[in-house]
């Protein structure tokens, strides 16, 4: 019997492998060609150039893009995580409409983007509010906070309500409390949201092709780079940066938060 | 006031700003795209007399209906296949792997990268001078590039199930991972194999898991734009290509809320049925 | 020539990282038999358990069952069933549902099925709980669909792991009685854990003790509680007094011992054990088995009183003897009472209640 579970470990082992594989093997395509020295960006390989990186670091366009890009992720990850912050806290304490409430701030995730854009560009148009990083910022809030809130609720349900009781008996007011029991415990869930509500924020093209007018963000200046084949290769270098930047990242938080705790990735709790 | 009303008056405040931006930022927009997709827009001049006007057009014109059933044909295959290949990987993290936590981070990091550039990616590969053509002509397979991988639904179809891959994986392990270890014990000491375990006991626990993949991959693959402008050629063209042409090129307003209030429409009529149906079936298996 | 015993298991061994679980663990049980596996928190009853349901693989011995060796067999094609600890009611499913499980997978005819169905329900009391869900039922009402859904597979022997721990005291004393009659009522051999040494003595036909993975002492209940072989397996069942001591001689049927606090006293062998003088012995004697006089008595000592804790029906009083070092607990009636003000007693040792352990 040991024998037979274990050839069938290996043999789901072995598909899940082959399934990483399909998963990044176009990811590990833009690395590649961003050290080709070929315009095109087609096999086959032409040799090893750093040129690329050179040319992207000196694209001025793409800096501000990018920092365009940085600006509206710090805020929407800081405004998103702060209401979630508040989402959480309530709804984790038994309160009438519990259930209205979450499904209110998860309905964002059931709106396709193009449909989340088209109406925030409407509703800016009708209040003639110009188009600027601030919409998109505004546009992204209603992205992430499904996420934020997502991550924070799950932290907050894993969490022992008696702790606070334990505070307040001990002499400490609400917010005190807060401040000393509670926020200590859930802050491996907000940096996760942080992170989720960040990155969410930074990878999303389509509300900010809709919101951002002439201020561009990373992604709607990619989508625009892409249609020049001359182009592309310093936006395979722009990837690759972002891809390795995003894996450290992503691998320090998950490290650190699993000091913490013994649990799973931030995106599990979606 | 009593202290449970006051305990509920202080959540309620307490909720009011994250209320109220949902309010301004996705509940505002979108009753304002209802009310917009009953009106009609001449030139630059919004009317705003309710009509149908906008309804109307979309159905006299067949165009738009198979661009809608080609958009909800082409996200249904994508999110099936999606968890069907996924599902495996999910039991593998969740009843066999020895790391999980680090098979759920390699899953997970390929989503942290730019989705612009992933479906490029997916561009490059099938493309005229792309990985499999080279790689075929290499192996002198084929004499001149195929030219049938790329622009069309199958292409589509691909790249979404590569997109969304996390949204397939990460909610049927989680729904895995909380079937009890010793359900599939009492299966099988009530006389059940392998196989037979997994079709009465972990099929229909994980069918929570496997209904909220299917709703996460359905909904923003339905709406996606940028795979089928960048992979989907003409014969690809998603719902999404028509909305936004309905506020580029074609400037006409009411018939892109239209548009969009129909899809939101259709993909949640048909969210509710596939829940339905997949529950339905889950507890016929006894 | 008689027929192989239900049960038999022989040098069973499971190690979990080189750490020994169950060690060469062996014992037979007949057919109709209560047999209970007893032992503290961690001793390895569930890993014994288990390996016998065939969910984890020995790293050595045998099972066989009925006389055939069922060793390497799948739990599925093993004629034993289980109650889960947990009890594992599957939640998408009714109770109906739950007890059928096990016939749908044996292929049993509908009509048949309900039939057995109804019938199981009605053994545990349940008629017209069918349609229930598991998470309408109470965790008692949720023990006995686990057991039904055990018993209609018609097991030879049915595996329980503490199948009453989860319950509370008034519950799980009329399950213990509800239990013990329904396996009369079905003629199917009980392997039994538990930790609760009363509820073993109450239920079981014999019993088998373990301590760190290994079994001390299998034995029905009066032997255990009148003979236990080592002074672990004394002092898990009941409560027992014990004291070091060497033996210094040997006289007939007794061997002298030299207690420190009470002196010399002749103690009855058990069994042909040899104990050459000079060896060390723990002597050992229940509480109720000590006596006690308010005035002096042949072989008795001073006791001076340390606690009395009243128990209801009778007193548990504490005495300290010679230097005091270890204390005598001994059982006082409640027809027997103690003078107002007293402060001592004088205890003995009958040498007949007196047991001999070899340390
Ligand atoms: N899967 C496992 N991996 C590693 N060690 C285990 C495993 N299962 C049990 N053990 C260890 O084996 C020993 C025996 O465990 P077992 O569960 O059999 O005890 P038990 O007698 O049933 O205890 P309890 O009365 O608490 O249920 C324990 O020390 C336990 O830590
Ligand atoms: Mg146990």
Same mark, same amino acid.
């Given at each position: 019997m040991t024998r037979a579970r274990y050839g069938k470990v290996r043999g789901a082992a072995a598909y899940a492998i082959l399934y990483l594989l399909f998963l990044y093997a176009p990811v590990l395509l833009l690395p590649l060609f961003s050290f080709n020295d070929s315009v095109f960006v087609a096999f086959p390989l032409s040799g090893l150039t750093g040129r690329w990186y050179s040319a992207m670091a000196a694209d001025e366009e793409m800096r501000i893009a990018l920092f365009n890009s940085l600006k509206v992720g710090i805020a929407a990850s800081v405004a998103s995580t702060l209401l979630?912050?508040?989402?959480?806290?309530?709804?984790?304490?038994?309160?009438?409409?519990?259930?209205?409430?979450?499904?209110?701030?998860?309905?964002?995730?059931?709106?396709?983007?193009?449909?989340?854009?088209?109406?925030?560009?409407?509703?800016?148009?009708?209040?003639?509010?110009?188009?600027?990083?601030?919409?998109v910022i505004l546009g992204h809030l209603a992205l992430c906070l499904p996420f934020a809130a997502g991550v924070l609720l799950s932290r907050f349900e894993g969490f022992d309500l008696s702790l606070e009781d334990a505070s307040r008996d001990l002499g400490e007011n609400a917010w005190m409390t807060f401040f000393r029991v509670t926020l200590p415990l859930v802050l491996p869930g907000i940096a996760a949201s942080l992170i989720l509500s960040f990155v969410v924020s930074f990878d999303d093209f389509l509300i900010a092709f809709f919101l951002c007018g002439t201020d561009t963000t990373l992604p709607v200046y990619i989508w625009g780079e892409l249609r020049f084949p001359y182009k592309l290769p310093n936006v395979l270098a722009l990837g690759s940066t972002i891809l390795l930047a995003s894996t450290i990242l992503i691998v320090c938080a998950e490290w650190l938060r699993r000091r913490g705790t013994q649990s799973q990735p931030a995106a599990v709790a979606i | 006031m009593t202290p449970a009303v006051a305990h509920a008056a202080r959540g309620y405040l307490l909720l009011t700003p994250a209320m109220a931006v949902l309010a301004f930022t996705m509940a505002a927009p979108l009753g304002l795209l209802l009310a917009y997709s009953f009106w009609t827009q001449h030139g630059l001049v919004v009317d705003t007399r309710l009509t149908l006007a906008a309804y109307a057009a979309i159905l006299s014109d067949p165009g738009f209906a198979l661009v809608f059933l080609r958009s909800l044909a082409i996200a249904a295959m994508a999110s099936l296949a999606a968890i069907v290949l996924a599902y495996p990987v999910a039991w593998f993290i969740a009843f066999r792997a020895r790391a999980k936590f680090l098979w759920l981070l390699l899953v997970t990091i390929p989503f942290w990268t730019s989705y612009l550039l992933r479906v490029f990616a997916w561009k490059v590969i099938l493309g005229y001078n792309g990985v499999i053509n080279s790689g075929l002509m290499a192996l002198h397979l084929v004499a001149t590039p195929v030219t049938f991988l790329l622009y069309n639904p199958v292409a589509v179809v691909l790249t979404l199930i590569h997109g969304y891959a996390p949204f397939a994986v990460l909610p049927i392990y989680v729904s895995l991972e909380k079937i009890d270890p010793s359900l599939l014990e009492a299966a099988a000491d009530l006389g059940d194999n392998p196989a037979k375990r997994f079709f009465r006991v972990t099929l229909p626990l994980s069918m929570s898991g496997v209904i909220a993949a299917f709703v996460l991959i359905f909904i923003p693959a339905t709406g996606d734009y940028v795979t089928p402008s960048l992979v989907g050629g003409a014969n690809g063209l998603m719902i999404a290509n028509l909305i936004q042409a309905q506020f580029g090129r074609a400037d006409n307003w009411p018939l892109g809320a239209a548009l969009a209030i129909t899809t939101i429409a259709a993909v949640s009529l048909l969210c509710v049925l596939a829940a339905t149906g997949a529950r339905r079936a889950a507890s016929r298996i006894r | 020539m008689s027929s192989p015993p239900l049960l038999e298991i022989r040098n069973l061994t499971k190690r979990f990282k080189d750490r020994p679980a169950v060690e060469n663990a062996g014992f037979t049980i007949a057919r109709g038999e209560f047999f209970s596996l007893l032992g503290p928190s961690g001793c390895g009853k569930t890993t014994l358990l288990r390996l016998v349901g065939g969910f984890i693989p020995p790293d050595d011995g045998?099972?066989?069952?009925?006389?055939?060796?069922?060793?390497?067999?799948?739990?599925?094609?093993?004629?034993?069933?289980?109650?889960?600890?947990?009890?594992?009611?599957?939640?998408?499913?009714?109770?109906?549902?739950?007890?059928?499980?096990?016939?749908?997978?044996e292929g049993v005819a509908a009509a048949e099925r309900e039939r057995r169905v109804t019938e199981a329900l009605h053994l545990i009391s349940l008629s017209g709980y069918g349609r229930r869900r598991p998470h309408e039922l109470s965790g008692g009402e949720r023990q006995r669909v686990a057991l039904a859904r055990a018993l209609v597979k018609r097991p030879k022997l049915l595996l329980l792991d503490e199948p009453l721990g989860a319950l509370d005291k008034h519950l799980r004393e009329s399950m213990q009685i509800e239990l013990r009659q329904i396996q009369r009522e079905v003629g199917i051999s009980f392997l039994f854990v538990t930790h609760d040494q009363e509820e073993a003595l109450a239920m079981s036909d014999r019993i088998a003790v373990m301590q760190h993975g290994r079994v001390l002492q299998v034995a029905d209940p009066k032997t255990l509680y009148d003979a236990p072989n080592s002074r672990a397996v004394a002092s898990f069942i009941g409560t027992m007094n014990f004291f070091h001591g060497r033996v210094i001689g040997s006289d007939g049927a007794a061997v002298v011992v030299d207690l420190p606090d009470f002196g010399r006293l002749p103690v009855p062998k058990n069994g042909g054990d040899n104990f050459a003088p000079g060896t060390m012995v723990t002597v050992a004697i229940r509480?109720?088995?000590?006596?006690?006089?308010?005035?002096?008595?042949?072989?008795?000592?001073?006791?001076?009183?340390?606690?009395?804790?009243?128990? *209801?029906?009778?007193?548990?009083?504490?005495?300290?003897? *010679?230097? *005091?070092?270890?204390?005598?607990?001994?059982?006082?009636?409640?027809?027997?009472?103690?003078?107002?003000?007293?402060?001592?007693?004088?205890?003995?040792?009958?040498?007949?209640?007196?047991?001999?352990?070899?340390?």
């Amino acid at each position: 019997m040991t024998r037979a579970r274990y050839g069938k470990v290996r043999g789901a082992a072995a598909y899940a492998i082959l399934y990483l594989l399909f998963l990044y093997a176009p990811v590990l395509l833009l690395p590649l060609f961003s050290f080709n020295d070929s315009v095109f960006v087609a096999f086959p390989l032409s040799g090893l150039t750093g040129r690329w990186y050179s040319a992207m670091a000196a694209d001025e366009e793409m800096r501000i893009a990018l920092f365009n890009s940085l600006k509206v992720g710090i805020a929407a990850s800081v405004a998103s995580t702060l209401l979630g912050l508040t989402i959480a806290q309530v709804l984790t304490r038994g309160i009438p409409g519990r259930r209205l409430f979450a499904g209110f701030s998860n309905l964002p995730l059931f709106i396709p983007d193009i449909v989340l854009g088209i109406s925030l560009l409407i509703l800016m148009t009708r209040l003639a509010i110009p188009l600027s990083l601030a919409t998109v910022i505004l546009g992204h809030l209603a992205l992430c906070l499904p996420f934020a809130a997502g991550v924070l609720l799950s932290r907050f349900e894993g969490f022992d309500l008696s702790l606070e009781d334990a505070s307040r008996d001990l002499g400490e007011n609400a917010w005190m409390t807060f401040f000393r029991v509670t926020l200590p415990l859930v802050l491996p869930g907000i940096a996760a949201s942080l992170i989720l509500s960040f990155v969410v924020s930074f990878d999303d093209f389509l509300i900010a092709f809709f919101l951002c007018g002439t201020d561009t963000t990373l992604p709607v200046y990619i989508w625009g780079e892409l249609r020049f084949p001359y182009k592309l290769p310093n936006v395979l270098a722009l990837g690759s940066t972002i891809l390795l930047a995003s894996t450290i990242l992503i691998v320090c938080a998950e490290w650190l938060r699993r000091r913490g705790t013994q649990s799973q990735p931030a995106a599990v709790a979606i | 006031m009593t202290p449970a009303v006051a305990h509920a008056a202080r959540g309620y405040l307490l909720l009011t700003p994250a209320m109220a931006v949902l309010a301004f930022t996705m509940a505002a927009p979108l009753g304002l795209l209802l009310a917009y997709s009953f009106w009609t827009q001449h030139g630059l001049v919004v009317d705003t007399r309710l009509t149908l006007a906008a309804y109307a057009a979309i159905l006299s014109d067949p165009g738009f209906a198979l661009v809608f059933l080609r958009s909800l044909a082409i996200a249904a295959m994508a999110s099936l296949a999606a968890i069907v290949l996924a599902y495996p990987v999910a039991w593998f993290i969740a009843f066999r792997a020895r790391a999980k936590f680090l098979w759920l981070l390699l899953v997970t990091i390929p989503f942290w990268t730019s989705y612009l550039l992933r479906v490029f990616a997916w561009k490059v590969i099938l493309g005229y001078n792309g990985v499999i053509n080279s790689g075929l002509m290499a192996l002198h397979l084929v004499a001149t590039p195929v030219t049938f991988l790329l622009y069309n639904p199958v292409a589509v179809v691909l790249t979404l199930i590569h997109g969304y891959a996390p949204f397939a994986v990460l909610p049927i392990y989680v729904s895995l991972e909380k079937i009890d270890p010793s359900l599939l014990e009492a299966a099988a000491d009530l006389g059940d194999n392998p196989a037979k375990r997994f079709f009465r006991v972990t099929l229909p626990l994980s069918m929570s898991g496997v209904i909220a993949a299917f709703v996460l991959i359905f909904i923003p693959a339905t709406g996606d734009y940028v795979t089928p402008s960048l992979v989907g050629g003409a014969n690809g063209l998603m719902i999404a290509n028509l909305i936004q042409a309905q506020f580029g090129r074609a400037d006409n307003w009411p018939l892109g809320a239209a548009l969009a209030i129909t899809t939101i429409a259709a993909v949640s009529l048909l969210c509710v049925l596939a829940a339905t149906g997949a529950r339905r079936a889950a507890s016929r298996i006894r | 020539m008689s027929s192989p015993p239900l049960l038999e298991i022989r040098n069973l061994t499971k190690r979990f990282k080189d750490r020994p679980a169950v060690e060469n663990a062996g014992f037979t049980i007949a057919r109709g038999e209560f047999f209970s596996l007893l032992g503290p928190s961690g001793c390895g009853k569930t890993t014994l358990l288990r390996l016998v349901g065939g969910f984890i693989p020995p790293d050595d011995g045998t099972i066989f069952i009925d006389g055939e060796d069922v060793t390497t067999r799948p739990p599925e094609k093993r004629l034993v069933n289980t109650v889960f600890q947990s009890y594992a009611i599957f939640p998408h499913l009714d109770v109906a549902g739950n007890i059928a499980y096990g016939l749908r997978s044996e292929g049993v005819a509908a009509a048949e099925r309900e039939r057995r169905v109804t019938e199981a329900l009605h053994l545990i009391s349940l008629s017209g709980y069918g349609r229930r869900r598991p998470h309408e039922l109470s965790g008692g009402e949720r023990q006995r669909v686990a057991l039904a859904r055990a018993l209609v597979k018609r097991p030879k022997l049915l595996l329980l792991d503490e199948p009453l721990g989860a319950l509370d005291k008034h519950l799980r004393e009329s399950m213990q009685i509800e239990l013990r009659q329904i396996q009369r009522e079905v003629g199917i051999s009980f392997l039994f854990v538990t930790h609760d040494q009363e509820e073993a003595l109450a239920m079981s036909d014999r019993i088998a003790v373990m301590q760190h993975g290994r079994v001390l002492q299998v034995a029905d209940p009066k032997t255990l509680y009148d003979a236990p072989n080592s002074r672990a397996v004394a002092s898990f069942i009941g409560t027992m007094n014990f004291f070091h001591g060497r033996v210094i001689g040997s006289d007939g049927a007794a061997v002298v011992v030299d207690l420190p606090d009470f002196g010399r006293l002749p103690v009855p062998k058990n069994g042909g054990d040899n104990f050459a003088p000079g060896t060390m012995v723990t002597v050992a004697i229940r509480p109720e088995k000590v006596t006690l006089s308010p005035v002096p008595a042949p072989g008795s000592v001073e006791g001076r009183i340390a606690s009395i804790t009243y128990l *209801g029906d009778r007193s548990q009083i504490k005495l300290a003897v *010679g230097t *005091g070092k270890i204390p005598v607990t001994a059982i006082l009636p409640q027809e027997q009472s103690i003078q107002p003000g007293a402060d001592a007693l004088y205890v003995s040792m009958p040498a007949v209640s007196i047991l001999l352990l070899r340390d």
